[in-house]
């Protein structure tokens, strides 16, 4: 049995002059275009494909692997807008994702990267896009506890913060005042849970609260410079940006580390950079 917008395994069945017919179970046989059958493929051999419908609505397969598939979450560019239609993704396939636009919370313009959930429109039987990503996900409290890690993903940006897909199940808040460098929205990143509110609410940081989040920074800190001699260009005057890719950390979290490391007689500062007061310790 094929199902539509996922990975299948199914059989070849027989070659024809533009390509072999797979058994699709229930769907009936499915035609993987001649440019994607393998050179050695043969009649009984099981291949891996993609199943969709292209431009005339018929059921088509692929070996090539798209961006995203049914009941994913995914941050796709915009290629183009439609006006009667709806905007088109970028999704790794021939044919673009449609995102039409009642699936849209708001309009979205060529170029744009927005952050969707893939399904198949009950309707048409078509594969789809929407960004009213509320729909999609579970309905039961978040199990997390404070101070937990999550994985996340920057879905939009609001007046309050960024909201935040938590390991691709719930929904989390960014505050802007606990972010010192602007996000991109599909960013990945990992936070922690901050606070669950009755109702199902979170709010999320970028850094563990307190001890939890200096200590190993700290211990962190430490192990880079003796890895780089005893040295690291990075200290208070450091920019966001810059501490975020080395340590994936905010600023503020950077200073209160390296302060306790200071405070500790571990390093000294060399304006600029940080220096191992025993490289050997």
């Excluded at 290629?79 to 009642?102: C, E, I, N, T, Y």
């Excluded at 789809?128 to 999609?136: E, G, N, P, Q, Y």
């Excluded at 901050?194 to 211990?219: E, N, T």
Aim: net charge positive; aromatic share 6%; proline share 7%.
């Amino acid at each position: 049995m094929a199902f539509i917008g996922k990975i299948n395994r199914l059989r070849l069945v027989r070659h024809a002059p533009h390509g072999a017919y797979l058994d699709g179970g229930e769907l009936g046989e499915i035609l993987l275009p001649r440019r994607y059958v393998p050179r050695e493929a043969a009649p009984d051999n099981s291949l891996e494909v993609f199943v969709y419908r292209d431009s005339e609505d018929r059921l088509v397969a692929t070996t090539e692997k798209p961006l995203a598939t049914v009941g994913d979450f995914a941050c796709l560019k915009v290629v183009s807008v439609h006006p009667q239609v709806g905007a088109f993704l970028d999704w790794g396939l021939a044919k673009d994702l449609l995102l039409p636009f009642r699936e849209q919370i708001s309009p979205v313009r060529p170029g744009q990267r927005v952050v969707v959930h893939v399904d198949v429109d009950p309707k048409t039987n078509r594969i789809v896009a929407t960004t009213r990503l509320k729909r999609h996900l579970v309905r039961t409290p978040p199990p997390y506890l404070a101070g937990q890690p999550v994985n996340v993903i920057i879905a939009d940006r609001t007046p309050l913060g960024y909201n935040a897909l938590v390991e691709g199940k719930h929904m989390g808040l960014l505050f802007t005042n606990n972010i010192l460098a602007n996000l991109e929205i599909g960013q990945h990143l990992k936070a922690f849970v901050r606070a669950v509110h009755p109702g199902g609410k979170m709010d999320l940081s970028l850094d563990a609260a307190g001890y939890q989040r200096v200590a190993p920074l700290a211990d962190q800190i430490v192990e880079a410079l003796k890895q780089n001699g005893g040295r690291l260009p990075f200290d208070d005057d450091s920019s966001p940006e810059s501490i975020r890719e080395k340590f994936g950390v905010s600023k503020k979290a950077f200073k209160q580390a390296i302060g306790g490391l200071y405070k500790a007689r571990r390093i000294k500062f060399l304006k600029p950079g940080i220096e191992l007061i025993n490289s050997g310790s």
